[in-house]
């Protein structure tokens, strides 16, 4: 079997709309239809009636974002309202802060040493 690419993350929520805009808003990133583009990789935001409003486990998947800047992200993020779980701060990999989405799901921002 040879080896996969992976193509793409499902996020299912109950406002669909809320949460693309967010994504669209925070990370700017190329549409078509209904897929956000995050490099090769979309991001799909799907309207689902079986799942609560807010994540109750969100730190079971985490979004990652490699970043070229991270500390012109974090400024960024911080004009746009965003909510930290944890402000940027530098590590012995780069520089790390994670967010919150209005789902509650966690979402870092990565700049790599």
């Not at 109950?14 to 991001?43: M, S």
């Amino acid at each position: 079997m040879s080896a996969q690419s992976f193509a793409g993350i499902l996020l299912g929520t109950a406002d669909a709309e809320r949460l693309r805009e967010w994504y669209v808003k925070v990370f700017n990133p190329r549409t078509e239809g209904p897929a956000l583009f995050f490099g090769d990789v979309a991001l799909f935001c799907d309207q689902r009636d079986d799942v609560a409003e807010k994540n109750s486990e969100a730190g079971r998947h985490i979004l990652n974002f490699n970043v070229e800047n991270a500390a012109e992200t974090a400024e960024r993020l911080n004009e746009l309202g965003v909510t930290w779980l944890s402000e940027l701060s530098e590590n012995d990999h780069g520089w790390i802060g994670t967010l919150i989405d209005p789902d509650g799901n966690y979402v870092q921002i990565m700049q790599q040493k």
